[in-house]
């Protein structure tokens, strides 16, 4: 019997998806990421902005299109925020929540079960500590580690930390045992709010210094300005396996928005810790996440987005419009004309892709180490290369070029295996 798992959103959402793979298989399930003919689909959805809750509902009906007579189950964000809404779709036999994910194989139980009841079970249930769901499924040639999850920080314009609960972080041991196992060169640290992990008096720091004998690259998700400290970045170069690529989330360049968003720190503040990496790993790529046309967000707030860009030397912008949230605090606010966010969020685009190229061209003839998967590779400064001849899963020391498509060609040098 085949299972197909369908994914939208996030890093964290496909960790997720592949742990839900994994324990299929368990189950007796041939199992797909693929869309494409199944006996039973399981879609993760997401909820970070209207357009994505949009096309997780979507997703129901793109899914019957292969089997209409297969019943389908939904989970994730969009699933916790608006169960009955996927519930009333026809096909629909399970709606489960963001949390709780591991009750999620025990309701679906082995092939040949019959999960078409009268009607459509909803269970959405929260969670207080963290879901330890089975090992991932690799469908990729790096491994992604979900290591916390929940946020307790409650941005003005975020429906997540109502959607995914309060911080809960995963027990070291738990960490390393799976790290340990993934036999991967590269190694994907995860979570909603990653800065978050903690245990007892260790801190994410620490956790780097635990896993600097896995004999692997580890690769940081999504971090937040608080996070980054000398005491951080010095236990970071400690363990020197860390990539010095940094996604360091920023939302506005404007201080008096960041206020707004409820973000704790300042326009200089978030720059001041840019210096501080660059001090530290002078060759770092800083990647951030902006959003363009938040409903405070006057001409010269913009203007502070679009200048702190070139200021902090980032080498990719990732650029969202504005999208309100019910029961959010920036939903109560008057939003900005659809033609203003429009014309924001494109000269913001445009503005990150100039500094991605000035950051590329200045790498021109310098080498690194690049781990190759189907594509092309990256280096461990997250520049993406190509060459032809590069085998995936391959680990090579490579010449960067001139600049191709989203990255680089490269030559190759070596392989390092």
């Known amino acids: 019997m085949k299972a197909c798992v369908f994914t939208l959103g996030c890093k964290q959402n496909e960790v997720e998806s592949a742990s839900v793979m994994r324990g299929l298989r368990a189950l007796g399930y041939e199992v797909t990421d693929t869309l494409s003919a199944a006996d039973l689909y399981l879609l993760n959805t997401c ?90 499924l690799r469908t990729k040639t790096r491994a992604f580690l979900r290591v916390q999850d929940g946020c307790n920080r409650f941005c003005s314009y975020c429906l997540i930390p109502y959607l995914r609960g309060r911080s809960r972080c995963r027990p070291l041991a738990s960490v390393l045992g799976e790290a340990q196992a993934c036999d991967a060169k590269e190694i994907v640290l995860t979570g909603i709010d990653l800065s978050a992990w903690r245990e007892g008096e260790s801190d994410l720091g620490d956790l780097l210094l635990a896993l600097k004998d896995v004999p692997a690259r ?30 360091l989330s920023l939302q506005s360049g404007s201080t008096r928005v960041l206020r707004a968003m409820n973000r704790h720190y300042t326009r200089e503040e978030y720059l001041a810790l840019c210096g501080k990496i660059y001090e530290v790993f002078p060759d770092a790529a800083i990647t951030t996440d ?128």
């Open 47 to 136: 909820a970070v902005t209207a357009e994505a809750e949009k096309k997780s509902r979507q997703a129901v009906a793109r899914m019957r299109k292969y089997n209409p007579d297969a019943p389908v189950v939904v989970f994730g964000c969009a699933a916790q925020h608006s169960a009955e809404a996927f519930a009333k779709k026809e096909g629909v036999v399970l709606v489960t929540g963001a949390m709780q994910k591991a009750k999620l194989l025990e309701l679906i139980g082995p092939p040949g079960l019959d999960l078409k009841g009268s009607a459509p079970r909803v269970d959405v249930e929260e969670e207080r500590d963290f879901c330890e769901l089975p090992r991932p």
């Open 218 to 247: 580890i690769r940081l998700g999504s971090l937040e300005a608080g996070v980054v400290t000398e005491r951080f970045l010095e236990k970071m170069a400690r363990a020197q396996n860390v990539m010095p690529h940094f996604h």
């Open 290 to 417: 902006i959003i363009a046309g938040f409903p405070t967000e006057t001409d010269e707030d913009f203007e502070a987005s679009l200048s702190i860009i070139d200021e902090a030397g980032f080498s990719r912008v990732h650029v969202f419009p504005f999208s309100a949230r019910a029961g959010t605090g920036a939903a109560k606010l008057p939003d900005l004309p659809a033609s203003v966010k429009e014309e924001r969020t494109k000269r913001l685009i445009e503005r990150g892709e100039a500094a991605a190229k000035r950051y590329l061209e200045k790498r021109i003839g310098r080498r690194y180490t690049a781990l190759f998967e189907n594509g092309g590779g990256y280096t461990e400064n997250y520049i993406r290369v190509y060459n032809e001849t590069a085998e995936e899963g391959g680990m090579y020391e490579v010449t960067l070029l001139e600049l191709y498509q989203d990255g680089m060609k490269c030559q190759i040098e070596r392989r390092l295996e």
